[in-house]
């Protein structure tokens, strides 16, 4: 494995490629570990943590917030909180936007 070693603010960190950290993670083989059909882009995407991984989801699975919103049992504006990161959700409904995401839980809890 190619990784390299940076120091910042004097702490030091190892920078491995993507690929590599994704099969450190579980990530890379799909059906041994449980994923429920997230590719690889979508995996640097949530890796990238540039936006919260229920939005990342939903637009990936091609989802408006009301639709999303809809099928869980949310009003809208709930969800947009929680989209915003300013809402933390309870585990139930952590649970419903999972399975209409079609996604383990743990990806949403990844920001």
Do not use: C, F, W
């Amino acid at each position: 494995m190619k990784h390299d070693l940076l120091h910042i603010q004097g702490k030091p960190y190892v920078l491995v490629p993507l690929h590599e950290y994704r099969v450190m993670t579980g990530g890379e083989n799909a059906e041994q570990t449980g994923e429920k059909g997230l590719p690889g882009d979508i995996l640097d995407t949530l890796a990238a943590r540039q936006d919260t991984p229920l939005r990342i989801l939903r637009k990936d699975r091609g989802l408006t917030q009301q639709e999303l919103a809809d099928a869980v049992g949310l009003s809208r504006p709930y969800l947009t909180e929680m989209e915003k990161g300013r809402k933390p959700g309870s585990v139930k409904t952590l649970r419903a936007l999972a399975n209409a995401l079609s996604v383990d839980t743990r990806h949403l809890l990844a920001g």
